[in-house]
Structures are given as structure tokens and as C-alpha cells.
């Protein structure tokens, strides 16, 4: 039995206080690379990134966006919505949160013509109240974390069948959650950092869809840390091998193959994951 995956990275060209001069550098070592997954190897790719981020993108390399653009278009690409800004939800004000989100679908229709229809929890600081904004903000579902929400409800030695599939606001607005899985993430920047055998990653994924039968989340976390180190602290390993971009492509298309897994982009999966989970109570609200 083929298992749905998803692959879905969150660009951010402010992180870590990254000087403004690497930023160049980040579009042609990492964003480029990752488009290029989708564009010369047909993986579908979820791409989750803040309007700044994306205005940004488009004053130094407009032809990233043309081509970005382009993906969307053929379904190759799935946009995923952040915001304006990457600001932590639940410690602003609701009316902040309101003109980011705002802000930042406007910023989507101006520079790629698309609206989303999922946001991904901005630092998987998640709250009740942050439901009912990306509700009014015409949202259809979000992406959280769900290993910091089983460890919340307590549920982490159950079933993964025991999270929630939706998220309900104290205004009463409910949305459906897609999952991303810190430990799958994590797994796979160790494999293509030279951190991990390959067999040994082979391996853990295999056993998660086999486990699982549900959706795996391959990887829901940053695009910059493959072929670029930002050079913050001593301890930063080195960029590994002939690129890493081409041994995340390669990892992952043999996982697929070990694993029966089948690409899909973020929205497909969501789909797929409350078709198969029919049967389970709606609404969980996490409290973290």
C-alpha cells in the first residue's frame, strides 16, 4: 500500500540575524536548489515564507519569483502562508495578528497572483486564539508540530491516531490540522548533513510508514540549512559533500521507493489524512 508524504520547507531570509549581505548568498545556495526540486526533478514541495521575506526575494532576484510563479501555476509548487512577518502569535495582540496575516496574503496576491489555503503555525507557537485568526483570515487548515502537541495533551505514548484533526478558537472557528513531525525533520537534516547513515534513515522511515499508515511528514522545517552554514558558532559542522540539496534529492527519492511512499503537496495530504481519520473525535484543543 502506497503511504502519502509531504515535503514542505519554511524560507525566512531574516533568520538567526543573518546579515543583510548573506542574503544573496541564501537565494542562490538554498532557495534556488529547492525550487529546483520541483522544476527539473518533479517532486512536489510545499513552500511556506513571510511576505517580507517575499518581497525581499523578489528585490534581489526577481526571476526566482517568475519562476516560483511558474510552479504554482502547474501544481509543482504549493504556497503555504506565514504572514508578514515571522512574529510569535500568541504574544502579540489580536489586531497585530490580524494586520500580519493581512499583510501577508496581500503580499502573496502582489507578488505570485495566489491566496493559500494553509498557514503554517509561525515557530509552532501554537494557542487556541490563534485558530480563530487564521480562520477570519479565510485560511483552510494549519501546519503545527505534532510531537509538541502530543507531549502537551499528554497523549505522546498513544496511537499517533489520538491527535486531534482539528483545532477549535475560543471564538468558536475550527480548522484542520496538517502534522509535521520534529523527529522525521530532524532525521533527515542528520542524513544529509553526513550526521546519520543512509541505511540507518532508510530504515526509520520505512518503519514509520509501515507503522504509521498515515501521512509522513519527510520534512516541515527551514531551507537554509542545507549548502549554507551561517557561521554563528564554532561548533556549525561543515557543508557536507558535493552538495547537499542533490543528497537531500537523492535520500529522498529513495525513501520513497523503500518506503511505498507517494509525494503530495501539503494540501493533498491534509485531504488524505482526514479521509482516513473519519472515525475519530473532530476537535482537540491544545493548550501549550
Same mark, same amino acid.
Given at each position: 500500500?502506497?503511504?502519502?508524504?509531504?515535503?514542505?520547507?519554511?524560507?525566512?531570509?531574516?533568520?538567526?540575524?543573518?546579515?543583510?549581505? =548573506?542574503?544573496?548568498?541564501?537565494?542562490?545556495?538554498?532557495?534556488?536548489?529547492?525550487?529546483?526540486?520541483?522544476?527539473?526533478?518533479?517532486?512536489?514541495?510545499?513552500?511556506?515564507?513571510?511576505?517580507?521575506?517575499?518581497?525581499?526575494?523578489?528585490?534581489?532576484?526577481?526571476?526566482?519569483?517568475?519562476?516560483f510563479r511558474s510552479?504554482?501555476?502547474?501544481?509543482?509548487?504549493?504556497?503555504?502562508?506565514?504572514g508578514w512577518s515571522?512574529?510569535? %502569535?500568541?504574544?502579540?495582540?489580536?489586531?497585530?495578528?490580524?494586520?500580519?496575516?493581512?499583510?501577508?496574503?496581500?503580499?502573496?496576491?502582489?507578488?505570485?497572483?495566489? =491566496?493559500?489555503?494553509?498557514?503554517?503555525?509561525?515557530?509552532?507557537?501554537?494557542?487556541?486564539?490563534?485558530?480563530?485568526?487564521?480562520?477570519?483570515?479565510?485560511?483552510?487548515?494549519?501546519?503545527?508540530?505534532?510531537?509538541?502537541?502530543?507531549?502537551?495533551?499528554?497523549?505522546?505514548?498513544?496511537?499517533?491516531?489520538?491527535?486531534?484533526?482539528?483545532?477549535?478558537?475560543?471564538?468558536?472557528?475550527?480548522?484542520?490540522?496538517?502534522?509535521?513531525?520534529?523527529?522525521?525533520?530532524?532525521?533527515?537534516?542528520?542524513?544529509?548533513?553526513?550526521? =546519520?547513515?543512509?541505511?540507518?534513515?532508510?530504515?526509520?522511515? =520505512?518503519?514509520?510508514?509501515?507503522?504509521?499508515?498515515?501521512?509522513?511528514?519527510?520534512?516541515?522545517?527551514?531551507?537554509?540549512?542545507?549548502?549554507?552554514?551561517?557561521?554563528?558558532?564554532?561548533?556549525?559542522?561543515?557543508?557536507? %559533500?558535493?552538495?547537499?540539496?542533490?543528497?537531500?534529492?537523492?535520500?529522498?527519492?529513495?525513501?520513497?521507493?523503500?518506503?511505498?511512499?507517494?509525494?503530495?503537496?501539503?494540501?493533498?495530504?491534509?485531504?488524505?489524512?482526514?479521509?482516513?481519520?473519519?472515525?475519530?473525535?473532530?476537535?482537540?484543543?491544545?493548550?501549550?
Open positions: 500500500m502506497t503511504v502519502p508524504a509531504y515535503l514542505l520547507f519554511h524560507l525566512n531570509l531574516a533568520f538567526s540575524s543573518v546579515s543583510a549581505d =548573506k542574503r544573496p548568498e541564501i537565494i542562490a545556495k538554498c532557495y534556488w536548489p529547492m525550487l529546483n526540486l520541483a522544476k527539473d526533478h518533479h517532486l512536489p514541495i510545499g513552500i511556506e515564507l513571510t511576505g517580507w521575506t517575499l518581497s525581499e526575494i523578489a528585490r534581489l532576484d526577481p526571476r526566482w519569483i517568475e519562476t510552479l504554482l501555476a502547474s501544481k509543482h509548487c504549493e504556497l503555504v502562508g506565514s515571522q512574529l510569535i %502569535g500568541p504574544l502579540v495582540p489580536y489586531p497585530v495578528n490580524r494586520w500580519n496575516q493581512s499583510l501577508g496574503l496581500q503580499a502573496y496576491l502582489d507578488f505570485l497572483g495566489v =491566496k493559500p489555503s494553509l498557514v503554517l503555525v509561525n515557530e509552532m507557537a501554537y494557542s487556541d486564539s490563534m485558530v480563530d485568526v487564521y480562520h477570519e483570515a479565510g485560511y483552510q487548515g494549519f501546519v503545527m508540530d505534532r510531537d509538541n502537541v502530543r507531549l502537551a495533551l499528554n497523549i505522546e505514548d498513544k496511537l499517533l491516531s489520538a491527535v486531534p484533526t482539528h483545532g477549535q478558537g475560543p471564538g468558536g472557528a475550527q480548522l484542520p490540522v496538517l502534522w509535521g513531525d520534529s523527529n522525521l525533520f530532524q532525521q533527515l537534516q542528520r542524513v544529509v548533513h553526513a550526521d =546519520k547513515p543512509v541505511a540507518d534513515y532508510l530504515g526509520y522511515v =520505512k518503519s514509520r510508514a509501515q507503522r504509521d499508515g498515515q501521512v509522513i511528514p519527510l520534512y516541515c522545517n527551514d531551507a537554509e540549512v542545507f549548502d549554507f552554514r551561517p557561521g554563528r558558532f564554532t561548533t556549525e559542522a561543515a557543508v557536507s %559533500g558535493a552538495g547537499e540539496w542533490k543528497r537531500l534529492r537523492e535520500v529522498v527519492c529513495q525513501a520513497v521507493q523503500d518506503a511505498s511512499l507517494q509525494l503530495v503537496l501539503p494540501s493533498q495530504a491534509l485531504a488524505h489524512s482526514l479521509a482516513n481519520r473519519s472515525h475519530h473525535p473532530k476537535i482537540g484543543r491544545a493548550h501549550v
